[in-house]
């Protein structure tokens, strides 16, 4: 009885301090960091210059169900790791209603191989499918929330705006595609048609910070 | 009869040849095979130790009353770069004040030898070298920090008592103040 009495009361104590080492640390990331969107949260729309010199809206996609919209960028090399990839999504998802549009976050002059004349040069060398997009002025990712490249939102399409569902890395081997185990993107695009639950709805990579 | 004999001979001599030339040709082939997997292996000999995470994993629980400095980096980081010159500082003033700085590398198998090892030579960097190299990236980042978002550079600090993760960049005089709490800790 006595050793119930003193479970109990280190159980509490537990969970007491745990609550306020949470609520310490919510506040710490509150302070450091934008919070960037979770999921369920109403993605922003935006009007970015495409590599083509158009501007390009995600409310311009009368048919979308939904978007990938992939912060990547010309020199990272994460990023070139997965330009195959991120155009094989394109073609595999462009049909179904959910195409890609790149945006590219780095500040050419920190980063001058990122520049939009670089963009234009990378997208036609590899004949890009989907609109690259500059974020002049850095607006747009630190609203997502993006804070690498490549880093994947999925959107979906709603009454009430373009829902996220899906945040993270592409697949789980950035090194070679032929040794994937999960393709995170195209689980959740396929789940997220299909009506069914995302599992996992976010992931974690290695990849170059935005700068 | 022993010019038909002679000819014999020379006929029997040059099949024989052109038998062995054959053989050889099959020997150097599979030679040049050897070589091409050889090529494909190039970083057999990288000069540091490459860990997947389980490898990697003990490092980052030493409990022997050191205070350990583990920094995320890789070559194409360059804020990684930037703060590498006070990790470098720190190790060099702290060595002996029971401070362990090791330098966990990040680059792709291919860079290793063109990037990496000249990097480091270059520098001369005196810190410990590891590569990681384990694509699950997913498993492994939550068992570093559940603080950790996958940017680097990220730093983690710990000792046997203390343990905090940073993933930011540090200057001589922020990365000093962090240390200065695990090495009081350790003294008290």
């Known amino acids: ?211 | 009869m022993n010019k038909l004999f002679v000819l014999g001979l020379l006929t029997i001599l040059f099949v024989s040849c052109t038998g062995k030339a054959k053989k050889d040709g099959e020997v150097l082939e599979t030679t040049e095979k050897e070589e091409v997997a050889l090529e494909t292996d190039e970083n057999s000999d990288v000069k540091f130790p490459v860990y997947d995470f389980d490898g990697l994993e003990p490092m980052l629980h030493k409990e022997d009353g050191k205070t350990y400095i583990i920094n995320f980096w890789a070559t194409w980081c360059q804020p990684c770069i930037e703060e590498m010159p006070y990790f470098e500082k720190v190790y060099a003033e702290q060595k002996d004040n029971n401070v362990e700085v090791i330098l966990v590398n990040l680059d792709m198998p291919n860079m290793w030898k063109t990037r990496l090892e000249p990097y480091v030579e270059k520098k001369g960097i005196q810190s410990t070298v590891v590569i990681l190299d384990d694509p699950k990236q997913n498993d492994w980042i939550p068992k570093v920090s559940e603080e950790w978002g996958g940017g680097i550079p990220a730093t983690l600090v710990y000792n046997k008592d203390k343990r905090s993760f940073y993933e930011r960049s540090f200057t001589y005089d922020e990365l000093t103040e962090e240390l200065d709490k695990f090495i009081k800790n350790n003294s008290l």
């Open chain 1, 1 to 211: 009885m006595k050793k119930t009495k003193i479970f109990i009361g280190t159980a509490l104590m537990l969970l007491f301090v745990a609550s306020f080492a949470m609520g310490v640390k919510a506040a710490d990331e509150h302070n450091d960091i934008e919070e960037g969107y979770g999921i369920g949260d109403v993605a922003t729309d935006f009007s970015l210059k495409n590599v083509d010199g158009t501007m390009v809206s995600l409310s311009d996609f009368d048919n979308a169900k939904g978007f990938l919209v992939i912060f990547t960028c010309n020199t990272c090399p994460y990023a070139q790791a997965y330009e195959d990839r991120i155009i094989a999504l394109d073609a595999k998802y462009k049909p179904q209603g959910v195409p890609v549009v790149a945006i590219m976050p780095n500040n050419p002059s920190a980063k001058p191989g990122d520049s939009f004349a670089k963009m234009k040069e990378r997208a036609k060398e590899k004949g890009f499918t989907f609109p690259y997009l500059f974020d002049e002025g850095q607006k747009i990712y630190p609203q997502y929330g993006a804070t690498r490249t490549p880093h994947v939102f999925l959107l979906q399409k709603t009454a009430k705006g373009n829902v996220v569902k899906y945040i993270g890395a592409i697949d789980d081997n950035y090194q070679d595609a032929s040794q994937v185990d999960e393709k995170y993107v195209e689980n959740a695009v396929d789940a997220m048609l299909a009506g069914k639950e995302i599992n996992p709805e976010t992931t974690k990579a290695i990849g170059c910070g935005i700068r």
